[in-house]
C-alpha cells in the first residue's frame, strides 16, 4: 500500500509538472508555480532514489527535465546567458542521471550522488546567481536580473 501511494504522489507530480511544462512562463505566478513543482520533483527524486524506486525516481527526471526545458525557453527569451546555460548543465545531469537509473542494476549511491550533484548544482547555482532573500522574508529575483 505504502509503495502504491508513493507511486500515486509521484504520478500526480509528474502530471502537475507537466501541465506546467507544456505551458509559458508568462507571468511571476507562472514562474513560482514551475519552482514549486521543481522543488517537489526533486524532493521525490531523493526520496525514490533513497528507497530504491528507480522507477519512480526516472517520474521525478522527467517532471524535471520538462520544467527545465520550459526554463531553458524563458531565459532565452530573456536574452539572459548565464541562466540558459545553468538550465543547459542542468539538462545534461538529468539526462545523466535518467541513463543511470535506467542501467539493468542501478548504482543507488552514485545515483544519489547525481540527484544531489542536480540539485546542487543546478538549482543552488541558479538561486545563488537570481534569487535573494531567505524562508523567513522570503525569496525573489535580484534587482538586476528580474525578468518581470
Known amino acids: 500500500m505504502r509503495r502504491f501511494t508513493i507511486c500515486l504522489a509521484a504520478a500526480l507530480i509528474a502530471l502537475a509538472g507537466a501541465a506546467i511544462a507544456q505551458g509559458k512562463i508568462a507571468t511571476l505566478a507562472d514562474h513560482v508555480a514551475l519552482m514549486k513543482s521543481n522543488a517537489q520533483a526533486n524532493g521525490g527524486l531523493n526520496k525514490a532514489v533513497g528507497s530504491g524506486d528507480f522507477g519512480g525516481a526516472r517520474m521525478q527526471v522527467t517532471t524535471l527535465r520538462q520544467n527545465l526545458t520550459t526554463l531553458q525557453t524563458f531565459w532565452m527569451e530573456k536574452k539572459n546567458a548565464d541562466a540558459v546555460k545553468v538550465v ?7 539526462d545523466a542521471l535518467d541513463k543511470m537509473l535506467g542501467a539493468v542494476a542501478p548504482d543507488q549511491v552514485a545515483a544519489q550522488a547525481a540527484a544531489k550533484e542536480f540539485g ?25 536580473a528580474n525578468p518581470f
Open 88 to 94: 543547459k548543465e542542468g539538462l545534461g545531469r538529468l
Open 120 to 144: 546542487g548544482g543546478t538549482c543552488g547555482a541558479c538561486h545563488k546567481m537570481l534569487r535573494e532573500g531567505d524562508a523567513q522574508t522570503g525569496f525573489r529575483f535580484q534587482a538586476a
